[in-house]
Every structure is written in structure tokens, then in C-alpha cells.
């Protein structure tokens, strides 16, 4: 094992938020490459998820549309929680840590506020994110870190076998809801936003060209990014989905949210979306209302009143879904706030320990 | 009403030595009476601002020369209802010509700002003492808030005092009639004017504390120059009343030649974090939640970004020691500081840490448990929950300060260990540490440890496949510190997953294999179990080494447990005062040690944490002596119980009736 000394103060000048230490280790492993193929992703580790699971369609469509991005993979984190799709960093040949129970919102921050020249990426399930991460999941929402969050839902618990979700429907019978759940369910869209999260967008784990399509408008956004993944768990949950994924009723159910195109959808076109009398948006049949009244989609509205009456117009039995990028605006970020506070402290300060330790109120005794 | 000229106030066993007599200024002749040591208590309402006026006089006092010791006590309420019990906010500070370890048990001076703080307070003040009241206060309303059925001033009650009642608050307005400030923003000058005479009366510098008024106030001129006016007042009036004829001196104390601060645990505490990053050449990152009594650790850090230090005020908890953890995963410093309550809900992520095997500072500011118990009093409660408190086997290192100044060192010491051995450190300070101050000998920053040889972060592959390619195995341990290699993210090449399963020996991958696991839970208990061999031996203090009782503390009962030896020594009696600073491992001679006395005294502000630690891991029959009332022990009371041990004993050697803990104290 090669190592090196480190810098001693030296913790980055002005506009490197990277440290010495750091820095120098990094340059001596030596060159970076960035002209991936879906292979350099792929880890000597076996894939153990169920057969037939939505998340090695997942799997598959991340592995091969990272290296688009031009990215070194030795510069891609992923974090996860726990559950199934948890395993993923497992699989994935960058760094990675399969942390605790719904933290990995929490460890990310650290991370990325600390290496802003990283890209961090978190994966999370519907119990993970929403449950017992719930807290952590709205907070990084609301601070906008640089992150990009994949929320794996598949309303069901499947690590531990079959338990009802937050995400799923009220009356589900499961095993530990015999009688049918009675717990409303969350919506993670809406949720998202009323954290007033800055990139929202949704994808279905088996349409391979969409999802592409939202991650990468999700990795190239700055600040946080939560992309919820419609997965099925084929073995506590099977055809969870189905309605939206089945050829026959998929495209008369969902959505496709097209920026700057008008919300018109279904077969031959005949569902829209138009604004309801209360500034919400509800669904008319598009020969019985005026082309000019068919809202035209703007995931870039600064206000996400927009957005969320968007992610309302789907309930818990997924008819009239949208699909693609809620919302995606421009804010500054957590980690770049922080790197430019630190910056301004150190125009304004000089790093002098000893003027530190000897700072305030002192004396001096004589000899 | 009782005497207007108090006698010389100071420990009856202390010397009092000359008294002299000058003119001063109103021809008024006062006598000044040197003593060596004085214990003041400051007493009033939260809102009276008795934390200030404590500070600025243990700051004149440290600037003037003297050692001190100094023991804030306040309510958890901000500002509870004005004038009743629970409100009382109060300030003990003891300091002498010569070094004391110990606030002090009981106050030689107690100054009490209304009659809620004279009812909460005098029973602790002995009689003779020096009572000064706030006369002002004492109006029927106030009284009969705190169920006094007759005013203490006229009832004679406080005849066995030597009382001198006041009127601090109409003097304080008298000054500041041209002030042009309101009766009620003028009456809250009236700290100062308290400190103004308390000033005179132990010939305090004034100065540090003018400038200090103007620098806080200097958005409020006239704010800072009431608080100046006032302040000045009150030394007047001491100079040329007749209410004290006497003022008192107590010499500097002798100290090493050098740069002195008065320093708290928490201030110390922070810049030994600061002081570690930088001796390192990492950057520190702190993820917390405010929790009392550690949050000023929070606000000081937060407060030295040009440090590269990261401050984040996390959601909770759990996010806080995550998110630090997570800033160690990309090669920073990951701090967390909180108190028992937060350790209780960051246990999982510590043993998160535990398992992934990275370097991360747990600082925990003890105080008064279970659950939300006493938020602002000190207790060592915690010490089973740091060392115990996760699921699973998962050991971590435990070290505790045992001054506030030694707070600083602790710091850097723990973080020496979690850099060169990838683990979790728990650094276990307490509410008392933490708001006591004392004067620190400011260290020149080349002399603190380099830790840069700590680090060493993996720069390529340190193992080879089956084939012989090359690998990065993040579980290859070094084979001294069995340290595992810390390889950053950014590192080409050296891309790697951990987490909390089990990790195979060497390339860390899962491993459900039950002789790994078994190796590896044995491995990292080894690992640190293995750290004992880079720390010293046991501290034992034993001047004359032929004591037969032993007395072993850890923490902030240093003090306390010290000044009680001192006693015990001036009783002619021979003891041994052992101090633990590395909880876990011990040093690897404590066994050895324990083993050489008849007897061996563990005191506790908890139920006997350390004892049980210390009867399970050697078989000594250690003596627990407890106390959780949330302060700390009074060294008189300590002594007593060490003169027991050591009169019952089967070794007496004893000066016949020679009383160690002082029948006056």
C-alpha cells in the first residue's frame, strides 16, 4: 500500500473545496478516465436479487447510460439504505456504501457537502425513503444538495417479506394487514414537493428509453434531484404496476409530462389536462375543450404549485399517472453555499492556529 | 439588620495575613485583608444576568493572576417565571494565591439578588459568611412569591450571617438618571453595579471588563455606556461607603511562565477539535443537532470556517453523526457532538462506523439521564452506554477529559486514536467540564502532536487477486494497529463498497461465512484492545508511594477527588489518587496497579459505572461511592469517605484525631 504525508495547514485555498490530503492521493493513484462502457460498471459481485425483479431492469438501464455522462467512476458515490434495492452499490463498480436503515440521505449530505467535486448518488426504496427516512428524505430535499435520489417504489416491504408500505394502497392485505391497510398512503411526488425539492421526476423501471431520459436530466441537475422509480417486486407485489405497463391500458393511464408540449394523452390523444376552476388541473376529453386550455408542460415554473397539482391528478389506483420531470428549477446549492462560506472565511481570516489558540482575553506570567 | 463591617471573609483554616490601612478616596479609612482563597456565589433571577456578571469576574480574575475554578448552575428554562424558585440562576466561582482543583464546596460570600435567590442559596452558605442582598428586591410581592411570611431583613433571621443588605437596584437607577434610558432598561445594569463592588472589594482590574462592555455593546452606545456608568458605580460605592470598611486581597497565584486564557471545557474541547484538523491536515466536519449542554461546541465551531472547518446543523440526531460519518467516507475528519439522549439515537450509525471502520469523533457532554432527566446539570451516567450501548459486539475506544482546559488535549488524543487505528472514538466530557472554566497555559501549535502519520490514505492496490492481479482490499489491515486502509472516493482504481453486513477479512466483500464472522468480530475487538499499547501507564499520584488506599475516578471528578487527597495528605494520612483518562482500553497496568493497595475507592456521579468495569475486568474489590444529585462532589464530603477507607483499613497509621475533612468546611 502506497501512502503519502499530508499537508499540514493546508485545508484548500479559495475556490479548491477539496483538502490537500485528499487532493494529493487522488493525483497520485494517477489518470482519470471518463470514456466508459456499461461493462467498467459492472462489479465481480453476483447479483442476488429475486428473479424476474424490477430492479435488475434498473440495474442494467444505470449501467448503461452513466457513462454518457463523462464521469469517472472512481468519482461516483452511491449510498444506500436498506432493503432490496439497497444491494445495489453492491453491484456497481464505483464507491459505495450500504449504510443503515433510511440514513443514507443523511450520510450523503456529509459527503457531498464535504466533496462537492464527487457525484453522489443515493438509492432507496419506498420503506427505506419514506418510513423510517422519511425525516432525512425532506430535509436534503429541502437544503438542495447535490445529490441524485433514486426512490425505488414498489409499495410493498420485500426484504422482510411482505409487509404493507407507505406507498401502499389503503385495503391492501398483507401480511401483517390481514384485514386490509388502513393507512393513507404517501405520494412521494407530492411529498417531494411540498419539501419544495428543486428536481422531481418519475419513471417506470421496465420503459428503459424514459428512464434514461429522467436520469439524466436528474444527474446533470444541480441540487437535489428525487426520481421515483416504479418497480415491481414480483414476489410480494406482482403487478403492482401492471396497469400503467400493460400495452392495452398503459398509454390510456399515463401521462407523458413532454416539456413545452401540451398534456394530451391516451389513444388517438383523447384525454388532456386543463386547469380546474380551483387552480388545481383536472382531466377533460380533448374534443370538448378549447386547444388554448390544454396546459402546456413547464417543469421550469418556479412555483411548485404547478407540479404538485400535476403529481394530484393520479390517485392510489394509478389511473392518470405522469410520467417524466415534474419540476426542475434552478437554486443555489448546500454544498456550493458552504464551500463559498468557507471561501469568504478565508479572505477574511487567516488560518493561524496559534493566533486561534491565543485568541480572547489573555495574560502572560513572567518568568 | 446586622454588621456594617464584616470581618476578613475566607476558609477558617486559611491563613489570614497582614491587614493594612489606607485612606481612600472620601477620607474614609479601609482596611484591605490579604486572604488566599475565596469562594463568591452570585445568585438571581435567569433574567438578571447572573452567567455575565460571573464571567466578567472570573475573566478580571484570571487576568489579574489568580487560579480559579468556576461552576455555572442555571435552570433549564430560559427565563422561567421572574422571581420564583425555580428561576434562580446562580455562579460560584473559588480562587486563590495558590492552584485549587475544585469550584469549591461551599461559597465563603453569597450575593443574592432577590429573596427567591437568598431562599434557594443560603442553606449552602456557612455561617459567618458574607451575605450581600439586593435590599430593593425585598418588597412584599416578592417575598410572598417564594413563601416568605416575614421579611428575612427585619425578622432576624440572617443573624448568623454577617448580612449586608443593599440597595442595588435604586443605586443602579441613581447612576443612570441622566442616561436617558427607561427605568426598566436602566434597572437591568444592576449586574454590573454588583460587579462594580465586587470589584472593589477584591481590588479586581477593571478594565478587561469596560472594554468587554464596549465591544458587546457597540451597536448600543448608550447601552454600553450605561453598563459602564453602572459598573463604575458600584465600585465607587464600595470605595467610599461605610457598609464595607474592608477589602480583600488574594495574590496571583504562581504559575509557569507563559500565555494564559481562561478557557471552558466546551471552548476547549472545540479548539482541540480544531486544533486536531489542522495538526492532521484534515478538514474537520461537524454534523449535530443542538442539544444542551453541547451545543456551544456547535456555535464555536461554526465559527472558524477559515479553518476548512464544515459546520452542519443537521434534521436530528441520527443526521448529524450520518452526515459526519459520510464526510469520513470522503476523507474528512467526521465529528458529532451531543449529549446522552443524542448517543442514545446514534448508536446504530456508531455501529455503522464500527463495522465500515472509519475514523469519527462522538463527542458526548454528559448530564443529568435517565431520558430527558436534568438538561443542565452534570452527571457521568453515560459511561456504560458508550462503552456498551450498541447491538451486536462493537467496541469502540473511550476517553474522558478531567479539566477544562484538559478538554482541549482529550480532543486531540481522540483523534489520534480514530485516525490511526479507523474507528469510532467516544470522547465523554460532562455539563460541569463544559461551563467551568479555569486559566489554560495556551500551547504554541508546534508543540500539539503531528497526526499528519495518521492518516495515510490508500494511493493504490494493497493485495492481488487469485491471479495475481492487482487489488485494493479495503479490509487489509495494518499489522501493528490492525487499521484497515482508507482509501477516498476520487482514488482511480481503488472504487470499493462497505457497509454494515459483515465484511470478508481482507477484500470486504459480504460474508456470511461463520468462521469470517467470527474472526472478525475478534479482529476489531483486538484492534482496539490493541490501542492500550499507544497510551502511557496508569496516572497514579501517590507523593510518599507507600499509600495502602487508593482512590480511582475518571472525568471531571479530577477535581474534586484531588482536592479531597490534598486533604487527606494534610491529615497526615497517605493516599493514592489513580485517574483514568483512557477508559477503553485501560492502560495496560491498571490491573497491576489496583492490585497494590488494601483498598480502592471508586467515586461516581452515577451508581458506580467504573466500579463495575473495574470488578469484572481485574476481580478488585473496588468500593463504590455515588452521587447523581447533577453536581459535582464537594471534596470535604470525599474526604471524609477517604479518611473511613483508610481509618477502618487494616493498615492504620493514623495521627490520632486529626480530622481529614475539616470539621469547618
Redesign the interface.
Known amino acids: ?12 485555498m479559495p475556490g479548491n473545496p477539496i ?4 487532493a494529493d ?2 493525483a ?6 471518463t470514456d466508459l462502457k456499461a461493462k467498467d460498471l459492472k ?1 465481480d ?1 453476483e447479483v442476488r436479487w429475486c428473479p424476474g425483479c424490477g430492479d435488475y431492469v434498473i440495474l442494467n438501464a444505470v449501467q448503461s447510460f452513466l457513462p454518457s455522462l463523462g464521469i ?6 452511491i ?2 439504505g ?1 432493503g432490496c434495492s439497497s444491494r445495489f ?2 453491484y ?10 433510511g ?1 443514507a440521505p ?10 462537492p ?2 457525484s453522489v448518488w443515493v438509492v432507496t426504496g419506498d420503506g427505506d425513503s419514506l418510513s423510517i427516512g422519511g ?2 428524505l425532506i ?1 436534503a430535499l429541502r437544503r438542495n444538495v447535490n445529490m441524485t435520489i433514486l426512490l425505488f417504489n414498489n409499495r410493498i416491504y420485500g426484504l422482510t417479506k411482505g409487509q404493507y408500505s407507505p406507498t401502499s394502497e389503503v385495503g391492501k392485505v398483507t401480511k401483517s394487514t390481514p384485514m386490509g391497510s388502513i393507512d393513507a398512503p404517501f405520494n412521494p411526488i407530492s411529498l417531494a414537493l411540498g419539501a419544495d425539492a428543486t428536481f422531481v421526476g418519475r419513471a417506470m423501471d421496465s420503459d428503459r428509453k424514459g428512464l434514461t431520459d429522467v436520469l439524466r436530466q436528474a444527474a446533470e441537475h444541480q441540487g437535489t434531484s428525487l426520481v421515483e422509480i416504479y418497480q415491481n417486486c414480483n414476489i410480494f407485489n406482482d403487478g403492482a404496476f401492471e396497469l400503467l405497463k400493460d400495452p392495452n391500458t398503459g398509454t390510456q393511464w399515463s401521462i407523458p409530462l413532454e416539456q413545452g408540449k401540451p398534456l394530451v394523452f391516451g389513444p388517438e390523444g383523447a384525454a388532456c389536462v386543463v386547469k380546474d376552476d380551483f387552480g388545481g388541473l383536472r382531466i377533460a376529453e380533448t374534443n370538448q375543450v378549447d386547444a388554448d386550455d390544454i396546459v402546456v408542460h413547464d417543469a421550469t415554473r418556479e412555483n411548485p404549485a404547478y407540479a404538485f397539482a400535476l403529481s394530484r391528478l393520479s390517485s392510489q389506483d394509478l389511473r392518470y399517472t405522469p410520467m417524466g420531470v415534474f419540476r426542475s428549477v434552478s437554486k443555489p446549492t448546500y454544498d456550493g453555499m ?1 464551500t463559498e ?2 471561501d ?3 479572505v ?4 493561524d ?2 493566533a ?12 | 439588620m446586622t454588621a456594617s463591617t464584616p470581618p476578613p471573609i475566607g476558609a477558617p483554616h486559611d491563613d489570614v495575613s497582614a491587614t493594612a490601612a489606607h485612606a481612600a478616596t472620601g477620607g474614609l479609612v479601609k482596611s484591605v485583608v490579604a486572604l488566599d482563597r475565596v469562594v463568591i456565589r452570585l445568585a438571581g433571577d435567569s433574567g438578571d444576568g447572573m452567567q455575565l456578571t460571573g464571567n466578567r469576574f472570573t475573566s478580571e480574575t484570571a487576568s489579574f493572576g489568580n487560579d480559579l475554578s468556576t461552576l455555572p448552575n442555571f435552570p433549564a428554562e430560559i427565563r422561567a417565571p421572574t422571581g420564583t424558585l425555580p428561576g434562580v440562576s446562580s455562579f460560584q466561582l473559588h480562587f486563590a494565591d495558590h492552584d485549587i482543583m475544585t469550584p469549591g464546596d461551599a461559597p465563603d460570600v453569597l450575593v443574592a439578588m432577590n429573596p427567591a435567590a437568598l431562599k434557594s442559596n443560603l442553606s449552602d452558605l456557612p455561617g459567618g459568611g458574607l451575605l450581600i442582598l439586593d435590599s430593593d428586591e425585598f418588597t412584599p410581592r416578592n417575598l410572598a412569591k417564594v413563601g416568605y411570611a416575614t421579611n428575612p431583613l427585619e425578622d432576624g433571621s440572617l443573624e448568623a450571617w454577617q448580612t449586608v443588605p443593599v440597595p442595588l437596584t435604586s443605586m443602579t437607577l441613581d447612576a443612570l438618571a441622566d442616561s436617558g434610558l427607561g427605568k426598566k432598561e436602566a434597572e437591568r445594569s444592576k449586574n454590573m453595579f454588583t460587579l462594580g463592588l465586587l470589584s472593589w472589594m477584591y481590588h479586581r482590574p477593571t478594565e478587561g471588563t469596560v472594554r468587554f462592555l464596549e465591544r458587546q455593546f457597540r451597536r448600543k452606545p448608550d447601552i454600553a455606556a450605561a453598563n459602564i456608568a453602572a459598573f463604575r458605580a458600584g465600585y465607587n460605592y464600595g470605595e467610599t461607603t461605610e457598609a464595607f470598611a474592608v477589602s480583600y486581597e488574594i495574590k496571583p497565584a504562581p504559575m509557569e511562565a507563559g500565555l494564559y486564557r481562561n478557557i471552558s471545557g466546551n471552548q476547549a474541547l472545540s479548539l482541540g477539535i480544531v486544533a486536531a484538523g489542522q495538526r492532521s491536515g484534515l478538514p474537520i466536519f461537524l454534523g449535530a443537532y443542538p442539544i444542551t449542554p453541547a451545543s456551544d461546541i456547535l456555535h464555536e465551531l461554526s465559527k472558524h470556517k477559515a479553518f476548512g472547518v464544515r459546520t452542519f446543523q443537521a434534521e436530528d440526531e441520527i443526521a448529524g453523526i450520518g452526515a459526519a460519518l459520510g464526510a469520513s467516507f470522503g476523507g474528512a475528519l467526521g465529528v458529532t457532538t451531543t449529549s446522552g439522549p443524542g448517543v442514545a439515537l446514534k448508536a446504530e450509525t456508531i455501529g455503522l462506523a464500527v463495522m465500515t471502520e472509519l475514523p469519527l469523533l462522538i463527542v458526548d457532554v454528559q448530564r443529568g439521564g435517565p431520558s430527558t432527566g436534568l438538561p443542565t446539570k452534570t452527571e457521568q451516567s453515560d459511561l456504560l452506554q458508550a462503552m456498551f450501548g450498541r447491538n451486536g459486539e462493537a467496541p469502540l475506544p473511550v476517553i474522558a477529559p478531567r479539566s477544562p482546559g484538559d478538554c482541549f488535549d482529550a480532543a486531540i488524543e481522540a483523534v489520534r486514536i480514530a485516525l490511526t487505528y479507523r474507528t469510532p472514538v467516544m470522547l465523554l466530557s460532562d455539563g460541569y467540564l463544559a461551563n467551568g472554566a479555569e486559566p489554560w497555559a495556551v500551547p504554541e501549535a508546534d508543540s500539539l502532536p503531528d497526526l499528519t502519520g495518521t492518516v495515510g490514505f490508500a494511493t493504490g492496490p494493497n493485495a492481488a487477486a487469485t491471479d495475481g492481479t492487482p487489488e485494493f482490499h479495503p479490509y487489509q489491515r495494518d499489522p501493528e494497529t490492525l487499521a484497515r486502509a482508507w482509501a477516498v472516493p476520487g482514488t482511480v482504481g481503488l472504487q470499493h463498497r462497505i457497509g454494515g453486513l459483515e465484511k470478508a477479512d481482507g477484500n470486504g466483500n459480504i460474508s456470511y461465512d461463520p468462521a469470517n464472522h467470527d474472526f472478525m468480530v475478534r479482529t476489531r475487538q483486538a484492534k482496539i484492545d490493541g490501542i492500550a499499547a499507544s497510551i502511557g501507564p496508569t496516572d497514579v499520584e501517590d507523593p510518599d508511594g507507600d499509600a495502602t488506599v487508593a482512590v480511582i475516578g475518571w472525568g471531571s471528578t479530577y477535581g474534586p477527588i484531588g482536592a479531597a487527597c490534598r486533604r487527606i495528605r494534610a491529615s497526615g494520612r497517605k493516599v493514592a489518587q489513580i485517574h483514568v483518562r483512557h477508559i477503553n482500553p485501560f492502560p495496560t497496568d491498571l490491573g497491576e496497579v489496583l492490585a497494590r493497595y488494601d483498598r480502592v475507592i471508586c467515586p461516581e456521579m452515577n451508581l458506580g459505572q467504573l466500579a463495575l468495569l473495574l470488578r469484572a475486568k481485574y476481580l478488585v474489590d473496588v468500593q463504590s461511592h455515588t452521587q447523581v444529585s447533577g453536581m459535582p462532589f464537594r471534596s470535604a464530603e470525599l474526604a471524609a469517605v477517604i479518611q473511613d477507607a483508610i481509618d477502618t483499613s487494616s493498615t492504620p497509621a493514623v495521627p490520632a484525631g486529626a480530622a481529614a475533612n475539616g470539621a469547618t468546611q
Open positions: 500500500m502506497t501512502t503519502l504525508d499530508t499537508h499540514v495547514h493546508d485545508l484548500g483538502s490537500a490530503a485528499v492521493s487522488v497520485l493513484a494517477g489518470e482519470k478516465k462489479t459481485q469517472a467512476r472512481e468519482d461516483m458515490v449510498i444506500s436498506i452499490p453492491y456497481m463498480n464505483t464507491y459505495g456504501m450500504h449504510s443503515i436503515h440514513r443523511a450520510i450523503a449530505t456529509g459527503l457531498a457537502a464535504s466533496r467535486d464527487l425525516n432525512h430535509h458552504m462560506q468557507l469568504t472565511a478565508k477574511q481570516q487567516t488560518a492556529l496559534d486561534l489558540l491565543g485568541g480572547g482575553e489573555t495574560w502572560t506570567v513572567g518568568n
